[in-house]
């Protein structure tokens, strides 16, 4: 069971940037698969981007690409979520998650972090 917890929400004001931390715990095989995510009430948790553990290679949802960037460090066994001109529709919470290498869905979650953009 792999273990998640993000830091590094709050309130910005639109325009700023903000970079979101998840540490990670557990056992992480190496072509297993981190990602973020967020959802606003009454909406659908919707992907940010993802990430293959050992290797680095991205994904990002085409809204998002651009200003937001994934990443992680290994030795430190943490994720990272830089996220850039910030708009009030960004704000969220924002969760990371763990998927296994030979899962099609994501099975581990963080309690979440809130990010608020001000306009």
């Known amino acids: 069971q792999v273990q998640l917890v993000e830091s590094g929400g709050g309130l910005v004001q639109a325009g700023h940037s903000l970079r979101l931390s998840c540490a990670v715990s557990?056992?992480?095989?190496?072509?297993?698969?981190m990602g973020w995510f967020r959802q606003t009430p009454g909406k659908e948790r919707e992907f940010v981007a993802s990430i293959v553990w050992r290797v680095g290679t991205t994904r990002a949802a085409d809204s998002m690409k651009g200003r937001f960037t994934i990443s992680r460090d290994n030795g430190k066994n943490t994720l990272y979520l830089e996220m850039n001109n910030l708009n009030p529709e960004d704000t969220a919470v924002y969760y990371c998650?763990?998927?296994?290498?030979?899962?099609?869905?994501?099975?581990?979650w963080g309690q979440g972090t809130q990010v608020t953009v001000s306009s």
């Open positions: 998650a763990h998927r296994r290498w030979d899962s099609a869905s994501y099975s581990s």
């Open positions: 557990g056992r992480v095989f190496n072509a297993d698969a």
